[in-house]
C-alpha cells in the first residue's frame, strides 16, 4: 500500500492549475451510455482510480474506451449486457448512475445494490423513486435492483425530491432526456456538476430547460448523438488547494477555475482572514498572519459543500477561537476528528456538528485515511503539523485527487509517497 509522508512546517507559494472534476467526469461518462452511435470524446478527465473503475464497469457493459492524456473517448454503439455486477459497483457508489441510460435507452437494466459507506448510510431510494414516477418497474432481489420499463420506453413525469440529491437528479436526467413526452423535476440538484451533465446532454441533443436551477423540464427525444465535450474544474480540489495554502500561511494561485463556483467558500476564506480575489480563470488567496475561526454550515449548492468540510475543519485547527463546522448532508461525517485530535486538535463532535478549538500546535505521526475528504484533511494537517506525519491508506485520497503529492510538492510542500505494508 502507499503513504504520503509528510514534514510540515513549508509555506505554499506559486501557480498550480485545477484538475477536471471528478463527480462530474462520472454522470458524463454514465450519459455516452445514451448514443447509440459514433463515439464521445471528453476533455478534462482526471485520471483517477475512480475513473478507471467507472470505464471497466461501461467497458463490462461492451462500450469501448481509450483513455490517455486526461481524454477519454466511449463508444457506445455495442452495449451487450445492462447488468452492473456487484464486483465492480461495490467498489464505487457512483456505479448507480448506470441505471437512468441503461433503462432510458435498453428499457432495462440490473445493477448491483451498492454497499455501505464510511460515513453513515447513503440510501439510494430517491433514485429508484425517479425511476418508478418515470413509469419503471422496480424490483430488489439478491442484491440486484431490476428496472424494466414496459413496452421498452420510460415516459415522463413530474418527479418531486423530499431532499436535494445530486445522484438522483443526475439519474433522473439522464433516464428522462429518451423518455415519452415531458418530464418535469422539482427540488432538483443545482450542483455544478449537475450544470455539467446538463451541458453533456444539451450538447448530444436533449430538450432541458432550466440549468442550474433546482427546476428542470425536459422534453424527451427520439435520439442522442456522441458528441466532444469538454468538462469542468474540479471545484473541491480547488478548495483544498485553497486550504493547503491557507493552512501554511501561503500565497497561491489556482488557474482553470470559475470562481463562481466557490463563492460559499471563498467568502469563508476571506472570512477567516484571506485575501482572495479572481480574475475570468484564476484564484488567488494570500493568508493573513492569523486565521479567525469561522464556522461553517454544509448545505447543498450554493451553500458550503459537503465535501469541503473535513478540510476546512482542519484548517480551524489553526485558527484564533472556537469554530463550528456543522453538517446538514450528511450527519455523521466526521471519521476524520479522532485522527485530527491524535495529530493535537482540540475537536468534540456533537451530534452532526464538529466544535473546533483553535489554536491548537499539531505535531506529526501516523494517521490513517478513512474516506477521501477525510485524507485530504490529514494532508492539510501535516502541511502544519511539527515533524513527520504519515498518512496511510492513501487509496482513499487517490480516489478523488489528481497528483496531489506533485501538485503539493512543486507549491514548495515537503510531501512524498512511499510503499508500506500493513500488518492487522
Ligand atoms: C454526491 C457526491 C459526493 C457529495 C454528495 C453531496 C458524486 C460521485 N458524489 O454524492 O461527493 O458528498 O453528492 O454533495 O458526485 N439521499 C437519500 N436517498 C437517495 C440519495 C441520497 O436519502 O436515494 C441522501 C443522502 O443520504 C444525503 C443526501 O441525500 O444525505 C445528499 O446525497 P446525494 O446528493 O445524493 O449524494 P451523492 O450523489 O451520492
Avoid at 93 to 101: D, N
Avoid at 134 to 144: D, R
Amino acid at each position: 500500500m502507499d503513504k504520503l509522508v509528510i514534514k510540515g512546517g513549508k509555506r505554499l507559494t506559486g501557480t498550480v492549475t485545477a484538475s477536471g472534476s471528478k463527480n462530474s467526469s462520472l454522470p458524463v461518462i454514465a450519459a455516452t451510455l445514451l448514443s447509440s452511435e459514433g463515439c464521445c470524446t471528453l476533455h478534462r478527465i482526471p485520471d483517477l482510480q475512480d475513473i478507471r473503475t467507472f470505464t471497466q464497469l461501461i467497458n463490462h457493459l461492451g462500450a469501448e474506451t481509450s483513455f490517455s492524456g486526461n481524454t477519454l473517448t466511449v463508444a457506445t454503439g455495442k452495449i451487450e449486457s445492462v447488468l452492473a455486477p456487484y464486483e465492480l459497483v461495490k467498489k464505487m457508489r457512483a456505479s448507480i448512475y448506470v441505471l437512468g441510460p441503461l433503462l432510458a435507452r435498453f428499457g432495462e437494466a440490473r445493477v448491483s445494490l451498492p454497499g455501505g459507506c464510511a460515513f453513515g448510510p447513503r440510501p439510494i431510494d430517491l433514485h429508484l423513486m425517479a425511476m418508478e414516477k418515470l413509469g419503471a418497474e422496480i424490483s430488489i432481489e439478491t442484491g440486484f435492483i431490476t428496472a424494466k420499463a414496459p413496452g421498452g420506453k420510460l415516459k415522463g413525469a413530474h418527479i418531486d425530491f423530499p431532499i436535494s440529491s445530486v445522484g438522483a437528479t443526475g439519474n433522473a436526467m439522464m433516464a428522462a432526456v429518451l423518455a415519452e413526452g415531458t418530464t418535469t423535476l422539482t427540488n432538483a440538484a443545482a450542483e455544478p456538476e449537475i450544470v455539467t451533465l446538463c451541458r453533456f446532454l444539451s450538447a448530444m441533443g436533449a430538450n432541458i430547460t432550466g440549468t442550474g436551477s433546482t427546476e428542470l423540464v425536459i422534453e424527451g427525444v427520439e435520439s442522442l448523438a456522441a458528441v466532444e465535450f469538454t468538462n469542468v474544474f474540479d471545484r473541491i480540489e480547488a478548495g483544498t488547494l485553497l486550504a493547503a495554502a491557507a493552512i501554511t500561511g501561503g500565497e497561491i494561485t489556482i488557474e482553470g477555475v470559475e470562481a463562481d463556483q466557490l463563492k460559499s467558500v471563498l467568502k469563508k476564506f476571506v472570512h477567516a482572514g484571506c485575501n482572495v480575489s479572481h480574475t475570468e480563470d484564476s484564484i488567488t488567496l494570500i493568508s493573513p498572519d492569523k486565521l479567525a475561526a469561522t464556522d461553517v454550515t454544509a448545505k447543498p449548492y450554493p451553500s458550503f459543500p459537503t465535501d469541503m468540510q473535513a478540510q476546512w475543519t482542519a484548517l480551524m485547527t489553526q485558527a484564533e477561537g472556537t469554530s463550528r463546522i456543522t453538517d446538514k448532508v450528511y450527519h455523521e461525517r466526521f471519521n476524520h476528528i479522532p485522527e485530527l485530535n491524535r495529530l493535537g486538535a482540540h475537536i468534540e463532535i456533537r451530534k452532526n456538528q464538529a466544535v473546533v478549538h483553535g489554536t491548537r500546535k499539531l505535531s506529526g505521526t501516523k494517521v490513517m485515511s478513512t474516506d477521501l475528504r477525510a485524507s485530504a484533511c490529514l494532508v492539510l494537517a501535516g502541511l502544519v503539523a511539527e515533524g513527520v506525519t504519515e498518512v496511510l491508506r492513501v487509496y482513499h485520497l487517490d480516489r478523488g485527487y489528481e497528483k496531489i503529492e506533485t501538485k503539493l510538492a512543486a507549491l514548495g510542500a515537503d510531501i512524498t509517497r512511499e510503499q508500506y505494508k500493513e500488518f492487522s
